[in-house]
């Protein structure tokens, strides 16, 4: 009968020794994570307005976060399309980013616009487009490469066909350089 009573005590013992043995947690160690949620692969988005696709956002990955925000690491192409929903102009970066909070696309790196319907080019390192106001812009270096001149300049806004575009400072235009 004695053994069969000091095995509860032995158990408690054993317990209170374990819990008693535990080391401190490294409170750094439970920082908060904000890498990505998820990643995605071969990303096709569209947007369509009365049943005809106003754009299209491809990339190769997607990285998502928590707060809305997305990445697109590997590149970002968007594609506009006209009232007939024929192709008309695209954006292409190196690297892309959305904010949620602000609504606001950003490429970086080699950042090309292609009005197709006009055959004008536009380059630069960084680029804006803003969805809600149909807007893209950058205060970076810009050249533009139209059928009879190439213009350059600082700072940049057009709407988001790159149709009709104004400069912040022109630094040079050279006629019929094509």
Same mark, same amino acid.
């Given at each position: 009968?004695? $053994?069969?009573? +000091?095995?509860?005590? *032995?158990?408690?013992?054993?317990?209170?020794? @374990?819990?008693?043995?535990?080391?401190? /947690?490294?409170? +750094?160690?439970?920082?908060?994570?904000?890498?990505?949620?998820?990643?995605?692969?071969?990303?096709?988005?569209?947007?369509? =307005? &009365?049943?005809? /696709?106003?754009?299209?956002?491809?990339?190769?990955?997607?990285?998502?976060?928590?707060? #809305? $925000?997305?990445?697109?690491?590997?590149?970002?192409?968007?594609?506009?399309?006209? !009232?007939?929903? *024929?192709?008309?102009?695209?954006?292409?970066?190196?690297? %892309?980013?959305?904010?949620?909070?602000? $609504?606001? @696309?950003?490429?970086? %790196? =080699? *950042?090309? /616009?292609?009005?197709?319907?006009?055959?004008? !080019?536009?380059?630069?390192?960084?680029?804006?487009?803003?969805? &809600? !106001? !149909?807007?893209?812009?950058?205060?970076?270096? *810009?050249? /533009?490469?139209?059928?009879?001149?190439?213009?350059?300049?600082? #700072?940049?806004?057009? =709407?988001? #066909?790159?149709?009709? @575009?104004?400069?912040?400072?022109?630094?040079?235009?050279?006629? $019929?350089?094509?």
């Amino acid at each position: 009968m004695r $053994n069969s009573r +000091s095995l509860p005590f *032995v158990l408690l013992v054993c317990c209170v020794a @374990y819990i008693g043995c535990r080391e401190d /947690v490294d409170k +750094s160690q439970l920082a908060f994570y904000e890498g990505p949620t998820r990643v995605g692969f071969d990303i096709v988005l569209h947007h369509s =307005d &009365s049943a005809i /696709v106003r754009t299209k956002l491809t990339a190769e990955k997607q990285l998502e976060f928590r707060n #809305g $925000n997305n990445e697109f690491p590997d590149g970002i192409v968007i594609h506009f399309f006209d !009232k007939d929903g *024929v192709l008309s102009t695209t954006i292409r970066a190196d690297r %892309g980013f959305y904010e949620k909070r602000t $609504n606001l @696309y950003r490429g970086e %790196g =080699d *950042v090309r /616009v292609h009005n197709i319907l006009k055959d004008q !080019k536009l380059n630069s390192e960084e680029l804006f487009w803003d969805p &809600s !106001k !149909k807007k893209i812009y950058t205060e970076k270096f *810009v050249t /533009v490469e139209e059928p009879d001149r190439i213009i350059r300049g600082t #700072g940049m806004e057009a =709407d988001e #066909g790159f149709n009709d @575009y104004t400069f912040t400072k022109v630094t040079g235009i050279i006629d $019929n350089a094509l």
